[in-house]
């Protein structure tokens, strides 16, 4: 799972300044669905591309995708849903030779870095969208009222 923190939080906080707590948290769970949204997609389409030319594939991985926005406390992740996605952290890092009790051995995975790199590339388009979505997200809140 991929997990972002708000670095600027003051820029995001003089956005919603004026609002009352639920509105506040309103705002900026849409902010934080819209980043974690772009990790979402760059990691399904990291992982279509490396895994093209493997032949059979069951699609349980690519089906997995999902994110959430936390209920109580402020924040979002970006990963996979169970069972369907059980085996993303070993196709994304790879294992080591694996041997079984009896000695046999079961080979090894290199790793194809899939979600890494979604989380290296898109770290900063996702803090500004974090900003944008927030942005929106109280304009919209102002225009009601």
Excluded: C
Aim: no cysteine; net charge positive; glycine share 8%.
């Amino acid at each position: 799972m991929i997990q972002a923190s708000v670095i600027d939080k003051d820029s995001i906080l003089y956005l919603v300044r004026n609002f009352e707590d639920f509105e506040k948290d309103k705002a900026i769970k849409s902010g934080l669905r819209s980043a974690v949204n772009l990790f979402r997609v760059k990691g399904r389409r990291n992982l279509r591309v490396r895994l093209l030319h493997h032949g059979k594939q069951t699609n349980h991985l690519m089906n997995s995708f999902t994110n959430r926005v936390k209920r109580n406390k402020l924040g979002a992740l970006a990963g996979f849903d169970r069972p369907g996605g059980n085996h993303s952290h070993l196709v994304d890092r790879g294992t080591k030779r694996r041997y079984t009790k009896s000695g046999a051995y079961r080979g090894i995975m290199p790793g194809n870095q899939f979600w890494t790199d979604a989380e290296h590339t898109e770290g900063n388009r996702a803090m500004q969208a974090v900003y944008e979505g927030t942005q929106k997200a109280v304009q919209r809140i102002n225009s009601r009222r």
